[in-house]
């Protein structure tokens, strides 16, 4: 059973920083692609980036290209997102996922198999 726990949400002023973490359960954490998604009030849940088993691979969303760094530990089964120049138009509830499926890194939602409960970060303007 995979569990995946997401951590380090709040409150930040725009132009601020936070680091996101998420916790996975399971001893095959290295095989799995893991990506990080958004959902704002009133809209679909969105990518953000993903990155790959060895982590020596990212892929981002226009959207947070330059501002945002997905990183992960494989011996503490975590990964990151750190967040920086944040924009109040990045507030939204935040969600890692896990794609056990054996592919590369992958923007769509159908493609990853465990969801975390997520973690909202609001951006002050």
């Known amino acids: 059973q995979v569990q995946l726990v997401e951590s380090g949400g709040g409150l930040v002023q725009a132009g601020g920083s936070l680091r996101l973490s998420c916790a996975a359960s399971?001893?095959?954490?290295?095989?799995?692609?893991m990506g990080w998604f958004r959902q704002a009030p009133g809209k679909e849940r969105e990518f953000v980036g993903g990155?790959?088993?060895?982590?020596?691979?990212?892929y981002y969303a226009s959207s947070v290209k330059g501002r945002f760094s997905v990183s992960r530990d494989n011996a503490k089964n975590t990964v990151y997102l750190q967040m920086n120049s944040l924009k109040p138009e990045d507030t939204a509830v935040y969600y890692c996922?896990?794609?056990?499926?054996?592919?590369?890194?992958?923007?769509?939602?159908?493609?990853?198999?465990?969801w975390g409960q997520g973690t909202q970060v609001t951006v002050s303007s």
């Open positions: 996922a896990a794609d056990l499926g054996g592919g590369g890194i992958s923007s769509l939602r159908g493609r990853y198999d465990y």
């Open positions: 399971g001893r095959t954490f290295n095989t799995w692609v």
């Open positions: 990155i790959n088993r060895s982590g020596g691979s990212t």
